[in-house]
T-cell receptor
């Protein structure tokens, strides 16, 4: 138990569906992240939110839409995805973004997404 | 920019064997270095970290020493167990430059330990 909870753990969706991934952190952190992990590439940072403000969008296609209503919750809204978007999506949090050296990032267990 | 290079896997060992997974990095300034572990079907867990040169991180029998002179952070364990089978990621966090706030990962090394 890392203090970062992701739901659902597994999701299968069609290319025309709209779904959302949810992340909640119980650590009192101010920064939250979405990462993508696929078999073909190393871990990729997608989005960073710091104090609910988006501070990083790593050239992610618009079919992925993040939302951060407060410092404890982070969503990833999905629509018209492609089969190549199938991957493990990891949420993470840290005390602060770009803080002092040693800022540890804590990960959730991930949401396995399959696009059919 | 920042980058992390890990030894290519997969690594297959017998139980109680000695483990080394090499990790080297490129970064400006004074980054923090991490090892994360991902067990089958799970997300990433922090295994250990070191925040300055010559620091040694340790946890669960694993150790890694931050070597600035060789820009390395190799992971070692004296006697591996079957339960150590997982994917291991070396990572770098740099609070300076254009990578401000980003955690840069290596490609991961798959470790399989046989009884």
């Amino acid at each position: 138990e890392t203090g970062v909870t992701q739901t659902p753990r597994h999701l299968v969706m069609g290319m025309t569906n709209k779904k959302s991934l949810k992340c909640e952190q119980h650590l009192g952190h101010n920064a939250m992240y979405w990462y993508k992990q696929s078999a073909k590439k190393p871990l990729e940072l997608m989005f960073v939110y710091n104090f609910k403000e988006q501070t990083e969008n790593n050239s992610v296609p618009s079919r992925f839409s993040p939302e951060c209503p407060n410092s404890s919750h982070l969503f990833l809204h999905l629509h018209t995805l492609q089969p190549e978007d199938s991957a493990l999506y990891l949420c993470a949090s840290s005390q602060e973004w770009g803080g002092a050296s040693g800022n540890t990032i804590y990960f959730g267990e991930g949401s396995w997404l399959t696009v059919v | 920019g920042n980058s992390v290079t890990q030894m290519e896997g997969p690594v297959t060992l017998s139980e109680e064997a000695f483990l080394t997974i090499n990790c080297t990095y490129t970064a400006t300034g004074y980054p923090s270095l991490f090892w994360y572990v991902q067990y089958p079907g799970e997300g990433l867990q922090l295994l250990l970290k070191a925040t300055k040169a010559d620091d040694k991180g340790s946890n669960k029998g694993f150790e890694a020493t931050y070597r600035k002179e060789t820009t390395s952070f190799h992971l070692e364990k004296g006697s591996v167990q079957v339960s150590d089978s997982a994917v291991y990621f070396c990572a770098l966090y740099n609070a300076g430059g254009t990578s401000y706030g980003k955690l840069t990962f290596g490609q991961g090394t798959i470790l399989t330990v046989h009884p």
